[in-house]
């Protein structure tokens, strides 16, 4: 199977041969709640506050990356958290948006990338879903 986007990011980033600090947090946003999938109680929705830089999670749990399988076990966790439901057109399609936020720090320098990966986009009309999990 193919690696995909994070994986890679995590790859190229814990590779660059500098003295690397990576710090990553994974979230869902499902059904109007903001949720914790690296969390010990990942069904508590956690707060948004709004900050003069950005917005900030309240409890989201950030976990040191030393290793690309460190990374690759968090990514594995987050996706059995995750909401799913099946569709006519996708047995296991997402029901959630997640967001995969990857802080990395090297000497005074500091960059935030977030990737965000999109709930099941199948066509409406042929996917028949409905209720929740419309």
Do not use: F
Not at 10 to 20: A, P, T
Not at 43 to 71: C, F, M, N, P, T
């Amino acid at each position: 199977e193919k690696e995909g986007l994070t994986m890679r990011a995590i790859r190229s980033i814990l590779g660059s041969g500098e003295n690397i600090y990576l710090r990553m947090s994974i979230l869902q946003i499902y059904q109007e709640g903001v949720y914790d999938l690296l969390s010990s109680n990942p069904g508590q929705s956690l707060a948004l506050r709004q900050k003069h830089d950005g917005v900030e999670v309240d409890g989201l749990y950030e976990s040191k990356v030393q290793s690309i399988e460190e990374g690759r076990k968090l990514l594995e966790k987050a996706q059995k958290m995750r909401a799913v439901g099946g569709t006519l057109l996708n047995e296991v399609s997402s029901r959630s948006h997640m967001i995969i936020r990857l802080i990395v720090k090297s000497g005074n320098k500091l960059a935030k990338l977030n990737l965000v990966d999109l709930a099941g986009s199948e066509r409406l009309r042929d996917s028949g879903a409905e209720g929740e999990r419309l």
